[in-house]
């Protein structure tokens, strides 16, 4: 049975830093892309980064520079990196599993995701 499970949100001063997990099960995760996503809360889920199977990674705007998205795929795990988190990166976070091996195919199977709160 496939499975994405998130892990490591949590509340964190804004500045400070916080490592997410993807625990995939179910598949070979070698051969896909993984997305992280955010929704705050009243807004629409929106894209935070993606690695393809080979290891290429794409961030959005608001994250670029601050985090790092990364695959060990001996240990079937996707993790997120985040520094200087600010206010505006409270959300809900999720994995999801790509429907191939590129980010382009879109996602098809989803975490249900871990609380990150930035907040003094």
């Known amino acids: 049975q496939l499975q994405l499970v998130e892990s490591g949100g949590g509340l964190v001063q804004p500045g400070g830093s916080l490592r997410l997990s993807c625990a995939a099960s179910g598949f070979t995760l070698a051969n896909y892309a993984i997305g992280w996503f955010r929704q705050a809360p009243g807004k629409e889920r929106e894209g935070v980064s993606c690695?393809?199977?080979?290891?290429?990674?794409t961030y959005a705007a608001s994250v670029k520079g601050r985090f790092t998205t990364s695959r060990d795929n001996r240990k079937n795990t996707v993790f997120l990196q985040m520094n200087l988190l600010k206010p505006e990166d409270t959300a809900v976070y999720y994995c999801?599993?790509?429907?191939?091996?590129?980010?382009?195919?879109?996602?098809?199977?989803w975490g249900k995701g871990t609380l990150v709160t930035v907040s003094s």
């Open positions: 690695i393809s199977s080979s290891g290429g990674t």
């Open positions: 999801a599993k790509g429907r191939k091996a590129m980010c382009v195919s879109g996602m098809d199977d």
